[in-house]
């Protein structure tokens, strides 16, 4: 029959065993697989339902048939001297059961069958083959018949395990295991390979086989491997065990890890209990695992039971729901944070992952779209594990359309337009309208309210939320337009309750510079940051003219809190609800200009050329900072502690740094410390 006029199933088992073969390619071999493992499942489990289906099509190649793939010719091929078997999946409660069925009639038992229930560990196995105790030969399991030679990378994995020691040790002794890593050692490799630069590994298993599979050894021992083994091969001599749990005790007596997951339970119920078990704690564990393994705890019906061309019939694994899937991108959209963090949202075709259905995936940020190059319209693998956030892993770049774009991240606020300001090296977005911004703005008043900010006693959250809702307060400065009649018509409130807080709320009017700038909410100016501002420049007006030049010579101020607090001052939404709150009567203390001291100096207040002026210390001087900041807080000046176009004088001692240059480029009088104490009249003070 020409291959052109065969039925349309012939054609779909055709095109699935490509497809299978594609992938088997990517995952074993390129250690880089395109679509998620339970994905794959399903494509072989069509497969094999076709095959099964239409008999006549099925052949001995087909990847059904087959265990994993062939190895790569970077590595010496092994021959296995027993075939490793893959293992068949259940996705089902059903399917367990009767997996249970089948084996009673196989052995013939009436009563409840003992098995082994094990993690299903998400890494790579392995065979090591051990002669008088010695580590000759490690492989991997390749396509079941034959694997890569890695003997040298698991020298380096196993390190003291390279030798077993002890009398029974037999001369011939292969076991099996999985070499795995550790989701924190994961997190570390990938954030090092993120600072770096280099492609960031898609999960534990691919950064396992993908750090297993080097040939440079000295990229295996730079990563975190570690290995769990689970199974006797060939063992020579007479080292018999009559349950698998027997054989499992002593490859842990020997030196070898062996996982504490291991139980023994009986029948489908007992397997069930242990699914459920892992299932529920899956997330605690430091491992990944993708389900658990069921095996027949007597050797002797393992051996009764056999194996088909793929898989053992004593053994089976049950799967954990997914925690990545396949879907598409349907639209990008930006959300804006309580605290003005700018953060893109992929709007996904919804679909079932992790237990929910997942329609929305993080981004995270401008940095992370880059990577990943993700576009409207793409294919891609999303993952949720536990109460994880979505987020998507990757693209599936070869189901790419043709007419996807480049994303371009917006420069400004799509909710209130200020400016999106970034920090870190550009990788945090934040909404600079703080004040003004609508999806900040519940979110500021409460900060702004707070005890530690305003201090406005009674205001809470849940009276915010409904004057916000009811239009009543916009800005902060609408809270100080409130009056008793507008708090006690709203649900709930009684006259004297608004009364009381209308008090607080005339009461917050007197603050300290300190108590207002915190209240502003400027992204990481905390109350010590607040406090060191209000010291440093001891005027509003200095602090909103300060450049970011300015802002980091001041104690504990970096770049990227210096560039928030440029960015917040600069926004015109901002500066108009800062001066609503000075119309509304905020106030706060000035710096005394007159001295309560008595007459120390000879100079008097009113002829003093200090008085009402702004001062700045810079180096060393033969009076102590404090000393001399004290005098001119005596003789009427303000000290702050940075240098711009308001300031009046500089006083420069020995050492002088940045201040001084400054100073001299703005045309700001410069004062040694002879001038200073002349100018004050202190050098009479001193020379007494």
Not at 244 to 270: C, K, M, N, Y
Not at 623 to 643: E, H, N, P, Y
Request: net charge negative; with cysteine; hydrophobic share 40%.
């Amino acid at each position: 029959m020409n291959h052109s006029t065969r039925p349309e199933v012939y054609h779909q088992i055709i095109s699935l065993r490509e497809q299978v073969e594609y992938h088997n390619h990517r995952y074993y071999i390129l250690d880089d697989p395109e679509i998620p493992d339970r994905d794959f499942d399903f494509m072989l489990g069509e497969l094999e339902s076709l095959e099964l289906a239409h008999p006549e099509y099925a052949t001995s190649n087909s990847p059904t048939n087959k265990v994993g793939a062939l190895p790569s010719r970077g590595f010496g091929t092994v021959i296995h001297a027993t075939p490793m078997k893959s293992l068949g999946n259940a996705f089902s409660e059903r399917e367990i059961q009767d997996f249970d069925r089948r084996v009673r009639e196989l052995v013939g038992s009436d009563n409840p069958v003992d098995y082994i229930a094990e993690p299903k560990f998400d890494g790579l196995a392995v065979s090591l083959c051990y002669e008088k105790g010695w580590l000759v030969q490690a492989a991997t399991r390749g396509d079941g018949t034959q694997g890569e030679n890695i003997t040298q990378n698991m020298r380096i994995v196993l390190k003291d395990m390279t030798l077993i020691q002890g009398n029974a040790v037999p001369a011939k002794l292969e076991v099996r295991g999985e070499v795995i890593m550790l989701r924190k050692d994961f997190d570390a490799l990938n954030e090092a390979q993120r600072q770096s630069g280099q492609k960031l590994f898609a999960n534990p298993r691919n950064a396992a086989a993908g750090s297993l599979r080097q040939l440079d050894p000295a990229i295996t021992a730079s990563r975190p491997l570690r290995i769990f083994c689970y199974a006797l091969g060939d063992v020579s001599g007479n080292h018999e065990f009559k349950t698998h749990a027997d054989s499992l005790e002593w490859i842990r007596s020997s030196g070898l890890p062996v996982s504490d997951q291991i139980e023994t339970v009986q029948g489908a119920e007992g397997c069930l209990g242990y699914y459920h078990k892992m299932l529920k704690n899956r997330d605690n564990y430091p491992f990944e695992m993708d389900g658990v393994v069921y095996k027949v705890a007597n050797l002797d019906w393992q051996e009764q039971l056999g194996f088909t061309a793929k898989a053992p019939r004593w053994a089976i694994a049950y799967k954990f729901p997914a925690q990545e899937v396949t879907t598409r991108v349907e639209a990008i959209d930006i959300q804006v944070g309580r605290t003005g963090a700018i953060t893109p949202v992929a709007r996904l075709i919804p679909v079932f992952v992790g237990g929910v259905t997942v329609s929305n995936a993080t981004l995270h940020n401008r940095n992370e779209i880059r990577r990943l190059d993700i576009r409207v319209g793409d294919s891609v693998i999303v993952r949720r594990a536990g109460d994880v956030i979505p987020e998507i892993v990757s693209v599936i770049q070869s189901r790419r359309p043709d007419n996807t774009v480049e994303y371009a991240f917006p420069e400004q606020c799509p909710v209130c337009n200020s400016r999106i300001v970034y920090q870190g090296e550009e990788v945090i977005a934040r909404c600079s309208g703080g004040l003004y911004c609508h999806a900040q703005k519940v979110q500021s008043i409460i900060h702004f309210v707070s005890r530690k900010a305003m201090d406005i006693d009674g205001m809470g959250k849940k009276i915010v939320e409904q004057l916000v809702s009811e239009g009543q307060v916009n800005t902060v400065a609408d809270l100080y337009r409130l009056d008793v009649g507008t708090l006690s018509s709203m649900e709930g409130k009684a006259e004297k309750s608004a009364n009381n807080l209308v008090e607080a709320i005339d009461n917050s009017r007197t603050t300290t510079l300190a108590r207002f700038i915190y209240a502003l909410g400027i992204p990481q100016v905390g109350e010590t940051t607040a406090e060191t501002l209000a010291e440093t420049f001891a005027d509003l007006d200095f602090l909103m003219d300060a450049g970011e030049a300015q802002l980091v010579e001041v104690p504990d101020i970096g770049p990227v809190v210096s560039g928030n607090i440029v960015a917040f001052f600069g926004q015109p939404h901002n500066q108009e609800v800062i001066h609503d709150l000075l119309e509304q009567g905020i106030n706060w203390p000035r710096e005394e200009l007159v001295s309560e001291t008595s007459g120390e100096f000879s100079t008097s207040m009113e002829s003093n050329p200090f008085r009402g002026k702004t001062v700045v210390l810079t180096g060393t001087l033969s009076i102590t900072r404090d000393q001399a900041k004290s005098m001119l807080k005596q003789a009427g000046a303000k000290v702050i502690g940075s240098v711009s176009k308001r300031t009046d004088y500089v006083i420069a001692g020995e050492q002088v740094g940045s201040k001084a240059a400054k100073a001299r480029s703005l045309e700001v009088p410069l004062l040694d410390e002879a001038q200073f104490l002349e100018m004050l009249g202190e050098h009479e003070l001193t020379s007494q």
